[in-house]
């Protein structure tokens, strides 16, 4: 099947990813300790993989010698859905230092029923959609992904976007679905915007460090321990170490792709007014009751 995208309980899911979602929805086991970080693509996936890994290891790397420095982020926390378990007995999960952190885009009524059902925590974080579709699409042109048989014209993926064709959309039943989890039970799932990440990185860490059970000391706070990870993961640091710079993260993916602008509001270099107004009203509609507002 040449078809990039295949939908699966109303999800269109990458079709190079649909087996081993359902493998590791099938032998995953979480464990009461590990952290899941879960996205939208393109919506802050490897910041938030920093973040979180720097804030449980603080610990165990200084600063000065991160595993970040040297390695690409999405190395360091691994997808769920690019991991392929040889058996149920996961043996290359088992030495994975505790916490486990892991991440994935699986929206949350596909998640392994072990994370649903163990103590594990989720993190989620989320984007306005114009800057998600932005993103999304510069991520494509990068890649070249799915060059076969996604039309590459912004008009038509942005029409499908709408319709929400896009992997692991449609993009508001994946937030409505967090976000509903989110109301139901706060100590399991934290949501989190991108946008307030950008307008006030310091008190998010904290926010974290405190979801996670790992909460910052006064003499942490003190010392700048919070500026210190804020630094290390912000945009332009991590987009601009050779891990970063160069090299693949998996098949034709590059590690750069996934540093590009790091900018709120870079959808109005992209997007004429009327597409801004369609999505507006398509995401007041879809949203309309559920508590959840974007200001875009
Ligand atoms: P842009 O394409 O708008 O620049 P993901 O990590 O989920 O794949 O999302 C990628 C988006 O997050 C890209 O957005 C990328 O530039 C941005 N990004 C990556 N690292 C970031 C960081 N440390 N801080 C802020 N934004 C970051």
Known sequence: DSRPLVRYERIWLPVMLFRPILTSQKHFKAEG??????????????????????????????????????????????????????????????????????????????????????????????????????????????NKIEKDAIPLELDEVFDMFCQGIQPFGPFWDHMLGYWNAHLKNPQKVLFLKYEDLKQDISSHIKKIAEFIGFP?????????????????CSFENLKNLEVNKSGYFIGSIKNSSFFRKGEVGDWVNHLTPAMAERVKNLTETKFQGSGLVFKM
């Open 33 to 142: 300790t590990d952290i899941i970080l879960t996205t939208m693509p393109k919506s802050g996936t490897t910041w938030l993989k920093a973040l979180t890994f720097s804030i449980a290891n603080r610990n165990v790397f200084s600063i000065h010698q991160s595993p970040l420095l040297s390695y690409n982020p999405h190395t360091l926390v691994p997808f769920l859905e690019y991991t392929i378990y040889r058996d149920q007995d996961n043996p290359e999960l088992e030495n994975i230092p505790r916490p486990r952190i892991f991440s994935t885009h699986m929206p949350f009524k596909i998640l392994p029923d072990s994370i649903r059902e163990s103590e594990c925590r989720i993190i989620y974080i989320c984007r306005n959609p114009l800057d998600q579709f932005v993103s999304h699409y510069h991520f494509m042109l990068q």
């Open 216 to 232: 910052f000391s006064a003499e942490e706070e003190n010392q700048g321990m919070i500026e210190q990870i804020s630094r290390l």
